[in-house]
């Protein structure tokens, strides 16, 4: 599994509130892939999240999640990506 955090802070009472975000590069069930890319050895999911962030740096997470599992899919690997944090959260490019 990879994981990527990510720190949200809002105040609520003066109190800083952490929104967790989680990104799965498959499900708990499934095997990630490693794979070569460009002549370069690289986790399937990691590959895809990098490419989608490079074609679009100020997507937001759920859109990263399409883009992953859609290039994942293009290039026949079974794993499904998952997302899990707020729904507001996954509304918000990374870093926002």
């Given at each position: 599994?990879?994981?990527?955090?990510?720190?949200?802070?809002?105040?609520?009472?003066?109190?800083?509130?952490?929104?967790?975000?989680?990104?799965?590069?498959?499900?708990?069930?499934?095997?990630?892939?490693?794979?070569?890319?460009?002549?370069?050895?690289?986790?399937?999911?990691?590959?895809?999240?990098?490419?989608?962030?490079?074609?679009?740096?100020?997507?937001?997470?759920?859109?990263?999640?399409?883009a992953v599992?859609?290039?994942?899919?293009?290039?026949?690997?079974?794993?499904?990506?998952?997302?899990?944090?707020?729904?507001?959260?996954?509304?918000?490019?990374?870093?926002?």
């Amino acid at each position: 599994m990879v994981q990527l955090g990510d720190k949200f802070f809002r105040r609520k009472r003066g109190i800083a509130v952490q929104e967790p975000v989680l990104f799965a590069a498959c499900k708990a069930a499934q095997t990630s892939s490693d794979a070569s890319f460009n002549g370069r050895s690289s986790g399937a999911f990691t590959y895809n999240l990098l490419k989608a962030l490079k074609a679009k740096p100020d997507a937001t997470r759920a859109e990263l999640l399409t883009a992953v599992r859609a290039g994942l899919k293009a290039d026949r690997f079974s794993q499904i990506p998952q997302l899990e944090a707020p729904s507001a959260t996954k509304k918000r490019p990374l870093g926002h």
